[in-house]
């Protein structure tokens, strides 16, 4: 995969030299979004140019008027890899840095593929998007953006006990240029930036059993132990921070451990999960061009728009939750689904269903498709557990075959996956995954 992603460097060179403007594209979320910044940061520090577009899904329309395109080189990030077959229309040359499953669809010489799963690497667990467009960019890296390229791996969940596989030799070069320090401390959310009862309420990774997504539970807990909530966690004395920690560890003894932090960002952003996050909230919030922004460093008020964007985001977060929490699910024999046709619901649909299962709030052990009626279409999110995984859940398949048979669209990762069918077919779709997962669970 590295000789793959050296090889994608050298044409990125050859174009840059040739003063080519390059056609960027990149994913809406956290992953997408950092691995165009590690594109974009490195073809500016080149001195070259590119123009850039975020979008949700890649389709094939939109492919075919890439086609009729003039520029001479195409770099698709986060996406492209299952459109191979469309994407060898398109007349220039290109470069895919892709995470996700690729087609079996053979590969022009004029396309440059740096996919994992080509090279026996796992792309839903050990490299993201940013990640492998950090290791194509690697070859012309002035200023280490090893941080950036690991808020993308944080926004796909592929931290967990720490980075294995590319992340990890990412992390090990990130620490050796400075672009990322990691230290012992608590794991909860926007520590620099929000009162401590909100950093606490927002940590959803881990999760803490009474506060996480509870704003009125973190401030009892706090007050119960004497702190003062409306400070941030940043201004607590030592002694406070001490008697924090052991309540908090008596809680969930995996909230103390490895902070991962870039010292070179602004003090909101230095942790990079907290970079993962606001970026999320960018992409979800479709504010593609204040998430680039971030990932540029610009010195505007970008950060400050952003960050209250996160709140509003967050509180949505928090609102859905409690949704879940007062409705439950609708639950079949081996699944359970949500369906919404609210607005702001639909737009924290796929965080809010990772979070339920990993709180509890909804019953772990069955595979979660939380259902967004689009017009005439439904959209779905599917979620599960590592240990569904090994008891053999894969939503990515069974999203994709049963999407295929009622006319719609589908795939993804074995733990998340996502689907678009029309919504006359809704309730056979969720009978055929419910048999799909029974046949996965007995195998
Ligand atoms: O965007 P896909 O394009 O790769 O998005 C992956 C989604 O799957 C993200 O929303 C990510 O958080 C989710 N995911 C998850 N748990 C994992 C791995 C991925 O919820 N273990
Ligand atoms: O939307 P997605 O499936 O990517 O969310 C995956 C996970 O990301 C959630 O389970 C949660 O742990 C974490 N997350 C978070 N704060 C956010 C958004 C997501 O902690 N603002
Ligand atoms: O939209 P959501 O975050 O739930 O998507 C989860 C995963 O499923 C992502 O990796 C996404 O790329 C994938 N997906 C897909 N085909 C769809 C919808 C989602 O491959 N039609």
């Known amino acids: 995969m590295l000789n793959k992603a050296d090889e994608a460097c050298e044409i990125l060179k050859k174009h840059l030299k040739q003063g080519n403007i390059v056609r960027l594209i990149s994913h809406n979320d956290a992953d997408g979004l950092s691995a165009a910044g590690v594109v974009a940061n490195t073809i500016t520090q080149e001195g070259g140019q590119y123009h850039l577009t975020i979008i949700p899904r890649l389709k094939e329309s939109f492919i075919q008027k ?215 909230a960018c992409g979800k919030n479709k504010k593609y061009g204040l998430g680039m922004g971030i990932c540029l460093g610009e010195k505007s008020d970008a950060l400050e728009v952003a960050l209250d964007l996160q709140r509003k985001y967050r509180e949505n977060l928090v609102k859905g939750l409690d949704w879940i929490k007062r409705e439950g699910s609708m639950v079949l024999e081996n699944i359970q689904y949500l369906y919404t046709e609210d607005k702001l619901r639909k737009s924290v649909l796929g965080t809010i269903s990772s979070i339920a299962l990993s709180m509890e709030t909804l019953d772990p052990e069955k595979p979660l498709l939380a259902l967004a009626r689009m017009d005439n279409m439904v959209k779905i999110s599917g979620r599960t557990t590592r240990e569904m995984i090994s008891r053999g859940v894969d939503l990515g398949k069974s999203l994709d075959d049963a999407s295929k048979s009622f006319g719609g669209t589908g795939g993804g990762h074995d733990i998340a996956a996502g689907a678009m069918i029309p919504y006359k077919e809704m309730d056979n779709f969720l009978s055929l995954v419910d048999e799909i997962t029974s046949y996965q669970l007995e195998e």
Do not use: W
């Open 66 to 280: 890439l086609a009729r395109d003039k520029y001479q080189l195409f770099f698709f990030c986060d996406m492209g890899s299952a459109y191979v077959e469309a994407i060898s229309r398109i007349k220039g040359e290109v470069i895919i840095a892709d995470h996700h499953q690729p087609s079996d669809f053979e590969v022009p010489e004029k396309i440059t593929h740096v996919n994992p799963h080509l090279f026996g690497v796992d792309g839903s667990k050990e490299v993201s998007a940013s990640g492998v467009a950090y290791l194509c960019m690697r070859g012309m890296e002035k200023q280490s953006l090893a941080g950036l390229a690991l808020a993308g791996a944080f926004g796909d969940m592929q931290y967990y006990d720490g980075f294995i596989g590319p992340n990890k030799l990412i992390l090990e070069e990130g620490l050796e240029a400075g672009s990322v320090e990691i230290h012992q401390d608590l794991k909860i959310a926007s520590k620099a930036e929000e009162p401590i009862y909100k950093s606490l309420a927002y940590t959803f990774q881990p999760i803490l059993p009474g506060i996480t997504g509870d704003v009125e539970g973190s401030m009892a807990f706090l007050e119960k132990m004497g702190l003062s909530y409306g400070i941030k966690f940043a201004d607590l004395g030592n002694e406070e921070r001490d008697i924090l920690k052991e309540e908090l560890v008596r809680l969930n003894p995996e909230i103390f451990g490895d902070v991962y932090s870039n010292p070179h960002e602004r003090p909101s952003l230095k942790n990079i999960e907290d970079l993962s996050r606001v970026l999320d």
